[in-house]
């Protein structure tokens, strides 16, 4: 979301973006395409906004709305732009302590629950970005969407060794081509 209408990576160089400071992926994509990130933490987004310390942030429509981000600018990205991480950390020891049986039955319940879930938040999501078009938001569409497809590949390979090993971001990559539609099968081939 942004005070202005971004639609080319370049954009970035132009405003004052908010870079989360925890985030290494952020800092390498602000570095790759030459934008300088204004370091916030989350509960100063907000007050970055309205002062004009920042004029974009990075968020789903249904996390800009709970923390009132949303109210601080005008326009949207109509695609998902982002980062996506996570993880369910268990200590070494204690998953090897347990049955195979049971460290099977783990991993099924996980990859049950988090595709329910990940379904879940993605139509609430869309529910309440639908609401903030209704509200006179303005969605906009990348110039070329092939250029923010370069820059993710060109980042997932920067950031190779440092973040995560290549056969990671191979395997992450296949699993992304399978849910890709037709249009974003073409950039990803590029």
Known sequence: MAKKKLTRVGDFRTIRPWLYPASSMLKEFYKQIGATGIPLELAEVYGGMQTGMIDTFWGTAALSTALQW??????????????????????????????ESGKKGINEIIEERA????????????KIFQRLLKRGYTAVDATDPAEWWDAGRQLRRRLVGRLYTAELVDRAEKIALQYADQE??????K
């Open 70 to 99: 949303h109210t601080t600018a005008k326009f949207m990205s109509r695609s998902g732009l982002g980062f996506i991480n996570g993880a369910i950390v268990v200590r070494r020891p204690a998953w090897e302590q347990l049955p």
């Open 115 to 126: 595709r329910e879930a990940q379904l879940e938040i993605r139509e609430v999501d869309d």
């Open 184 to 189: 974003q099968m073409t950039y990803w081939k």
